[in-house]
């Protein structure tokens, strides 16, 4: 099971962070990501971390968002900064294990609007 926290409605030019608790996998041995969705849109990735900490972005991340793990905590962590109006989406955890059985969270909105 994967919950995410952290969403709520921000200002452009403001920063967000993102929190992604699982229980019942085990975390240490699975990749992560964040993925979202805005209205009308696909879901798409946002950034992700591997088993090891090594990370990829996309694009529109790079620079501004950075993801993070804490196995000890089995945590995965998205702090947003610089967000921008087209960055209003539902954020979803995703975690996949090295069997590449996929986990999804069940989002959490996050609005950035003045």
Excluded at 28 to 55: C, F, H
Aim: net charge positive; hydrophobic share 30%.
């Amino acid at each position: 099971q994967l919950q995410a926290s952290g969403g709520g409605l921000v200002q452009p030019g403001g920063s967000l962070s993102l929190s992604c608790a699982a229980s019942g996998i085990i975390f240490s041995i699975n990749d992560m990501g964040w993925y979202r969705q805005a209205p009308g849109k696909q879901r798409e990735l946002v950034a992700r971390i591997t088993s090891s900490g090594s990370t990829n972005y996309a694009e529109t991340a790079k620079g501004r968002f950075t993801i993070s793990r804490d196995n000890a905590k089995s945590t995965v962590y998205l702090q947003m900064n610089s967000l921008k109006p087209e960055d209003t989406a539902v954020y979803y955890c995703h975690s996949m294990t090295p069997t590449y059985f996929n986990y999804w969270g069940q989002g959490t909105l996050v609005t950035v609007s003045s």
